[in-house]
């Protein structure tokens, strides 16, 4: 069954779609700049074994777009929502990539209540010291020739990789041609956020997590080291493929590792 839900609270609403499923509440969250359609291959690969949602996360998708509060703590509440609202009093599983990660890493930090396990794909907590990088992010947003006159027009200026094939099937018609589902301004100040090192936070994790790597993602060894290092009970896969969107590019073996952690 697909539902579209929805969640609301403070200034922004929050989309949910419920795919359905048998079992335990599984809740799928993209990064940035993404959408929950991103997700929705690692979805249909859980349908068997759990109750999925896929959410947008606020400043993104059919979310809000301008929210006034990006905060770390505001994307935790929304997250919280959608647990006490469409997880009939179950605690759920978190499941994220990249900012995605950080948020649902953040949720289980603050509501362990609600949260039975982690899974972080490509994410971390370290923040990052380099004042520059969210703004040059935002740069890159921004420059973005918009609207599109059509799909073929975007492929052309954001490429074939798999994440810009996702871009390009999340753009949304409008009366002067295609624009994307989220505003180059909003995804600086998320990631600022993001930056912040959340270390205290991590180690004194309780929820059962899972970090996933991708062969070309974006952290160093060292980085990847780090995180076990100051949390030992995480577990680590590291895959043999795939690059920081491995949801995309490595998709059998993300989810074939990802089913055989969760599923007993």
């Known amino acids: ?6 969640c609301s609270g403070g200034e922004a609403a929050i989309a949910v779609t419920d795919l359905g499923g048998d079992g335990p509440p599984v809740i ?25 949602l896929v959410v947008d996360q606020r400043g993104h998708g059919a979310s809000t777009r301008r929210p006034a509060d990006v905060s770390r703590e505001a994307f935790v509440a929304d997250v919280v929502r959608v647990l006490e609202t469409h997880a009939s009093g179950e605690r759920g599983i978190l499941v994220g990539q990249s900012m995605g990660a950080h948020t649902g890493f953040l949720t289980a930090a603050m509501r362990p209540d609600l949260v039975d396990r982690l899974v972080m794909l490509e994410g971390h907590v370290a923040g990052s010291d380099d004042p520059g990088e969210a703004a040059r992010l935002g740069e890159f947003f921004a420059s973005w020739p918009v609207p599109f006159a059509d799909r073929a027009q975007a492929r052309a200026y954001l490429g074939t990789a798999p994440i810009a094939d996702a871009w390009v099937a999340d753009l949304e018609a409008t009366s002067d041609g295609l624009c994307p589902r989220f ?16 270390w205290a936070e991590w180690e004194s994790l309780p929820t059962p997590t899972l970090v996933i790597f991708a062969k070309r993602g974006m952290f160093s060894d060292a980085e990847k080291d780090e995180l076990i290092r100051r949390r030992p009970e995480t577990e680590r896969i590291d895959l043999t493929g795939g690059s920081h969107d491995a949801h995309l590019d490595a998709l059998e073996e993300w989810t074939g590792a990802l089913r055989r952690w969760l599923v007993p």
């Not at 069954?1 to 929805?6: D, P, R």
């Not at 909003?186 to 959340?198: L, S, Y």
């Open 183 to 198: 505003d180059a301004d909003v995804m600086q100040r998320t990631i600022e956020a993001v930056h912040v090192p959340r």
């Open 1 to 6: 069954m697909l539902a579209a839900l929805g």
């Open 28 to 52: 799928l969250l993209h990064g940035l700049a993404g959408s929950s359609r991103e997700m929705l291959p690692t979805a249909h690969a859980l349908r068997d074994a759990f109750r999925v």
